[in-house]
T-cell receptor, first 113, second 112 residues
Framework: DTAVSQTPKYLVTQMGNDKSIKCEQN?????MYWYKQDSKKFLKIMFS???????INETVPNRFSPKSPDKAHLNLHINSLELGDSAVYFC????????????FGNGTRLTVT | DAKTTQPPSMDCAEGRAANLPCNHS???????VYWYRQIHSQGPQYIIH???NNETNEMASLIITEDRKSSTLILPHATLRDTAVYYC?????????????FGKGTKLSVKP
């Protein structure tokens, strides 16, 4: 069973569209995250949720809105997609804030044309 | 958080030990050293972490110098599947570990 699963694996869309990426973890973890890995391979945190509450919100455009319906899910919705949004987006989870290792999903490669 | 310095790339022969160094000369007393790796097209994978003492698990060993200004990740018997980018990160424990800052890491190539 995949511990942290993301869908879709690949997403190709045009500028201006709205898209969502879903993430689910079956580890019983309290904290979930979204990371972005750009073309230079730098991995940067975007958001962190602990028990459905937003904990970290790095400098990310308002077009990005995370949604956590329950602590096992953290979805990422992106409005008005731009070329610069093209990247690989990773979801991750951990037992709690500052506790235990991060478990990452295998990423969603977003390409905006 | 303290900055880390790692060599951009290393090679290792299959079956030999891979020793990956990391410098963190500005590390604070309450900062832990974490190691993750990222195999091509996959998400990062946690390997090990430590504060002062050397640590060992089923994947690797972590050796931290007495002054804590550097550390070495040791893969005792490297296999081709260990080819990946290895990230050394220092972070305050007890805070949100999610706010890990990943640098460029070391690209380890294990060769037959």
């Amino acid at each position: 069973d995949t511990a942290v699963s993301q869908t879709p694996k690949y997403l190709v869309t045009q500028m201006g569209n709205d898209k969502s990426i879903k993430c689910e973890q079956n580890l019983g973890h309290d904290t979930m995250y979204w990371y972005k890995q750009d073309s230079k391979k730098f991995l940067k945190i975007m958001f962190s949720y602990n028990n459905k509450e937003l904990i970290i919100n790095e400098t990310v455009p308002n077009r990005f809105s995370p949604k956590s319906p329950d602590k096992a899910h953290l979805n990422l919705h992106i409005n008005s997609l731009e070329l610069g949004d093209s990247a690989v987006y990773f979801c991750a989870s951990s037992p709690g804030q500052g506790l235990g290792a991060l478990h990452f999903g295998n990423g969603t490669r977003l390409t905006v044309t | 958080d303290a900055k880390t310095t790692q060599p951009p790339s290393m090679d290792c022969a299959e079956g030999r030990a891979a020793n990956l160094p990391c410098n963190h000369s500005t590390i604070s007393g309450n900062e832990y050293v974490y190691w993750y790796r990222q195999i091509h097209s996959q998400g990062p994978q946690y390997i090990i972490h430590g504060l002062k003492n050397n640590e060992t698990n089923e994947m690797a060993s972590l050796i931290i110098t007495e002054d804590r200004k550097s550390s070495t990740l040791i893969l005792p018997h490297a296999t081709l599947r260990d080819t990946a980018v290895y990230y050394c990160i220092v972070r305050v424990g007890g805070g949100s570990q999610g706010n890990l800052i990943f640098g460029k890491g070391t690209k380890l190539s294990v060769k037959p």
